[in-house]
T-cell receptor, first 113, second 114 residues
Framework: EAQVTQNPRYLITVTGKKLTVTCSQN?????MSWYRQDPGLGLRQIYY???????DKGDVPEGYKVSRKEKRNFPLILESPSPNQTSLYFC????????????FGDGTRLSIL | AQSVAQPEDQVNVAEGNPLTVKCTYS??????LFWYVQYPNRGLQFLLK????DNLVKGSYGFEAEFNKSQTSFHLKKPSALVSDSALYFC????????????WGAGTKLIIKP
């Protein structure tokens, strides 16, 4: 089954404790992206990757890191999480091209205490 | 700045009635527009897109959207609403100034009452 898989789905942690949210897709998509969803703000892009070893900042990259060492994986790293990073996070992937729709994972709900 | 607006936080419709979820946009150049739906505890799912061609675009689950260039709108419609259509709907447009990344509306919660 074609899918984008995020782990964990839920995480409660404390300020300053490094964490990684994994994202993997099995559709051979070149493009991958991370978003955060907050009530009333829609989706805001954190980072995106047009292909392996190519990453770019989105609208809200501060406090996050990413890497794209393999085509299928695009982990999101919070080196020193803070409470304002409490949010619902989505990973998405697609083929490149302006007409290509994105496929989303089911989300990761992070709570930073 | 390029943007997308969904002017209604929530839309309430009785089952069987037609529904419309509104979206307006502001971009330079040609607009590339998308609608997605989000069910509870799930990721977003693609519904339909407008790239070029016919102004009326048909998509998944019986939804369609009408592109209106003069009004810079891309409203989502369905002739007869189902209770199962209740969800959060997002409009998005490609940002022609920022490597064609998607700009997202804030979302509209659609509630279909039996």
């Amino acid at each position: 089954e074609a899918q984008v898989t995020q782990n964990p789905r839920y995480l409660i942690t404390v300020t300053g404790k490094k964490l990684t949210v994994t994202c993997s897709q099995n559709m051979n998509h070149e493009y991958m992206s991370w978003y955060r969803q907050d009530p009333g703000l829609g989706l805001r892009q954190i980072y995106y990757s047009m292909n392996v070893e190519v990453t770019d900042k989105g609208d809200v990259p501060e406090g996050y890191k990413v890497s794209r060492k393999e085509k299928r994986n695009f982990p999101l790293i919070l080196e020193s999480p803070s409470p304002n990073q409490t949010s619902l996070y989505f990973c998405a992937s697609s083929f490149t091209g302006i007409n290509q729709p994105q496929h989303f994972g089911d989300g990761t709900r992070l709570s930073i205490l | 700045a390029q943007s997308v607006a969904q002017p209604e936080d929530q839309v309430n419709v009785a089952e069987g009635n037609p529904l419309t979820v509104k979206c307006t946009y502001s971009v330079s150049g040609n607009p590339y527009l998308f609608w997605y739906v989000q069910y509870p505890n799930r990721g977003l799912q693609f519904l339909l897109k407008y790239i070029t061609g016919d102004n009326l675009v048909k998509g998944s689950y019986g939804f369609e959207a009408e592109f209106n260039k003069s009004q810079t709108s891309f409203h989502l419609k369905k002739p007869s609403a189902l209770v199962s259509d209740s969800a959060l709907y997002f409009c998005a447009v490609r940002d022609t100034n920022s490597n064609y990344q998607l700009i997202w509306g804030a979302g509209t919660k659609l509630i279909i009452k039996p």
